[in-house]
Structures are given as structure tokens and as C-alpha cells.
T-cell receptor, first 113, second 120 residues
């Protein structure tokens, strides 16, 4: 039972345009969401997070939107740069203490120069 | 600032052999996590520790897998005997505790660069 789903395995976007990565979840008890970015041969690195009491969190070129009624979150990258090419994972803590993360399967983003 | 350090980076061994993966978490972090990444199952949590104590090992696939954390700066994940289906990338991650009065918030986990394990 996959509680966090990323239905698009890959996405290609022109440099300078907006990249939108999507994530759906099934557990309405999730109260915190995170996005991680992963380059080949490296571990995932934390990118941005959002609490369920908010519907938007922005950090530079990265903005995460949360739609609780739809159980959907999205990561927007504007403008997209070649260095953004990576695999992006959304994740949510699945236990009361918020330590145990459940990850989506990832979306491979390719920025076309 | 040293990140999470894993060794070896690559391991190739024959079926039936014992495999030991090592992890040094970030100093001061109270939590340590072991993950496995495969094409079929993505990134899945195997086990995690808090203050060197195993908290949840429900993700450990079989008794062939074991993990220890003898002190705050070292952990091992052992597979004995290894099988070809254990081939995957294994990640270790660490995170600090939530701050006092910071109930419900999450401290991001910091990942090592992983060990790519191939069992022939």
C-alpha cells in the first residue's frame, strides 16, 4: 500500500521554464511533507518542506503547494536550470514522532538547455 | 562539516557471503536510519535507531538482515548469507532530535552517498 505516490516517473522541461512535480498521498493524518533531490551516485538531499497548516512554502526558486482536500502537493521550480536535473522524491512522516519517512518513487527531471 | 559517511561505496560479492555495510552519522544527530533503494520498491526504510537503540525494524526484509549501533558514531548493516535479490543501493541517514517545544515538526534527514551492493 503506497501512501505517497508520484505518478510521473519522468519530466522534461526547457531551461528557464517552470517545472512542476506532483505528489499524491492517501493518509489524511500526514501533517508534514518534504521534498528531496537526488543526483546520480549521491544520496538524497533535503530541498524544502511544508506543514499541513500551510498551503504554500517558498524558498528561492522552489515553492511547494499543498492541497489537503485533494491530498496533493506539488513542487514548482522557476526558472528551471540545468543543475535542477535530478530525481525528486516527495516524502511524509508516517509515525506519530515524525521520524519515519515514507517516500514516493521519484520523478526524474531533465532540464533541456 | 562532515556529512554522513558510508563505506564501502561499492561492494561486489558472491551469493552466500556475509556483507557488512558501515555508517558514520553526523556528530550530534540522535537518529540513524538505514534505507534500501531498488527499481521495484523505490526507497524503503529498513530500520532506525534513536540514541543507539533500535526503534523500528519492521522494514528489515528477513532474518538474514541485522543492524547494530554500538555507539553514537557508528552503525552496521549486515546481510548473512547474501542473495542476488539483495542487490540494491543501501543508504544511511541521520537527523537531530526535534527541538524542545517543537512537537510535530520534523528535522530533515541527511543521507550518505550510499553503498551499491551487487550479489552475484
Amino acid at each position: 500500500d503506497q501512501q505517497v505516490k508520484q505518478n510521473s516517473p519522468s519530466l522534461s522541461v526547457q531551461e528557464g521554464r517552470i517545472s512542476i512535480l506532483n505528489c499524491d498521498y492517501t493518509n489524511s493524518m500526514f501533517d508534514y511533507f518534504l521534498w528531496y533531490k537526488k543526483y546520480p551516485a549521491e544520496g538524497p538531499t533535503f530541498l524544502i518542506s511544508i506543514s499541513s497548516i500551510k498551503d504554500k512554502n517558498e524558498d528561492g526558486r522552489f515553492t511547494v503547494f499543498l492541497n489537503k482536500s485533494a491530498k496533493h502537493l506539488s513542487l514548482h521550480i522557476v526558472p528551471s536550470q540545468p543543475g535542477d536535473s535530478a530525481v525528486y522524491f516527495c516524502a511524509a512522516p508516517s509515525n506519530f514522532g515524525n521520524e519515519k519517512l515514507t517516500f514516493g518513487t521519484g520523478t526524474r527531471l531533465t532540464i533541456i538547455p | 562539516d562532515a556529512g554522513v559517511i558510508q563505506s564501502p561505496r561499492h561492494e561486489v560479492t558472491e551469493m552466500g557471503q556475509e556483507v557488512t555495510l558501515r555508517c558514520k552519522p553526523i556528530s550530534g544527530h540522535d537518529y540513524l536510519f538505514w534505507y534500501r533503494q531498488t527499481m521495484m520498491r523505490g526507497l524503503e526504510l529498513l530500520i532506525y535507531f534513536n540514541n543507539n537503540v533500535p526503534i523500528d525494524d519492521s522494514g528489515m526484509p528477513e532474518d538474514r538482515f541485522s543492524a547494530k549501533m554500538p555507539n553514537a558514531s557508528f552503525s552496521t548493516l549486515k546481510i548473512q548469507p547474501s542473495e542476488p535479490r539483495d542487490s540494491a543501493v543501501y543508504f544511511c541517514a541521520s537527523s537531530p532530535s526535534r527541538g524542545q517545544g517543537n512537537w510535530g515538526s520534523n528535522q530533515p534527514q541527511h543521507f550518505g552517498d550510499g553503498t551499491r551492493l551487487s550479489i552475484l
